[in-house]
């Protein structure tokens, strides 16, 4: 076989090695609409393990939902990456801190940073130049918080930090850059920085950081005028989800259709 033909078949065969992506979320009403919209088949091993596999473009999807906070997301790290992927997508919703973010904004974050600002890590670059390409907003600052910011006057203190805040990019962006796994943090806005969370949200979470139907009737049973702020929340919520998933799908579409850049190969690195 001539050089050239070698070449021709080495790159024959490269091509038909499909992108493989992880995306994760934490919570299902975020993975909800685009799991509707590309039929994703759960793969769980155990009732714990809330993994989803789906092919999108020339790209083999897998998603994992994490739970919520830094304890859960944390501890479903080694399972997110137990198949190596070509990248991670960091994904949810997340809380405004700039008033220009109404709900339903999509948000690609350069760094996130944790609360008392003592670590910062930032996404890889070809990631997020080619989601801002595909629409989403680049946002300097995501905050990484180990509570739920719940009031407007709080996301007003943190404004000057930050862009948004939500609980469980750092640690996501954190484990795949140990792996040296290309990862981009990319949310949708579900309450804007002027909102009221109608909800104590930090306890409503069971310890496997999902959502407790129970305590939920149970805090509204207390307190039943917020039922129509928890209403407004849902519907905001579910908004800015179904815009996520058409992001998404689009956005992963195109990485697919164009290789990632290899020279241009930046890893998720701390920036101090």
């Known amino acids: 076989m001539s050089a050239q033909a070698r070449l021709f078949a080495f790159f024959s065969a490269a091509r038909e090695v499909n992108l ?23 793969v769980a091993v155990d009732s714990w393990d809330k993994t989803f596999v ?18 859960a997301s944390q501890r479903a790290m080694d399972q997110a990456f137990s198949e190596m992927p070509d990248a991670c997508i960091v994904s949810g919703l997340a809380g405004a801190l700039k008033a220009d973010y109404l709900p339903g904004r999509i948000l690609a974050a350069r760094t996130v940073a944790n609360l008392p600002d003592t670590r910062v890590l930032r996404s890889d670059a070809e990631l997020l130049s080619r ?5 989403a907003k680049i946002a300097d600052r995501i905050l990484a918080s180990d509570r739920v ?8 203190q943190l404004a000057a930090s930050g862009d948004a805040v939500d609980m469980e990019s750092l640690w996501v962006l954190a484990a795949a850059a140990q792996r040296s796994v290309r990862a981009v943090v990319i949310r949708a806005i579900s309450d804007a920085a002027d909102a009221d969370l109608p909800l104590e949200f930090d306890r409503i979470f069971d310890k496997r950081g999902k959502v407790s139907l129970v305590k ?11 039922i129509g702020g928890l209403l407004r929340l849902a519907n905001d919520s579910e908004r800015a989800a179904g815009a996520l998933a058409s992001f998404l799908d689009a956005y992963i579409e195109s990485l697919s259709s164009q290789p990632l850049d290899e020279i241009a190969k930046a890893e998720a690195l701390a920036v101090n």
């Not at 989601?131 to 629409?135: F, Q």
């Not at 149970?218 to 005028?225: V, W």
């Open 20 to 42: 493989k992506i992880l995306v994760t979320f934490a919570l299902e009403n975020e993975f909800a609409p685009w799991r509707k919209l590309r039929r994703f088949q759960r």
């Open 54 to 71: 789906a092919r999108v473009g020339d790209a083999d999807v897998r998603v994992l939902l994490t739970g919520a906070g830094r304890l």
């Open 131 to 135: 989601a801002a390409k595909s629409g």
């Open 149 to 156: 910011i719940a009031t407007a006057a709080e996301k007003q």
């Open 216 to 226: 939920v009737i149970g805090q509204l049973a207390r307190k039943p005028r917020r």
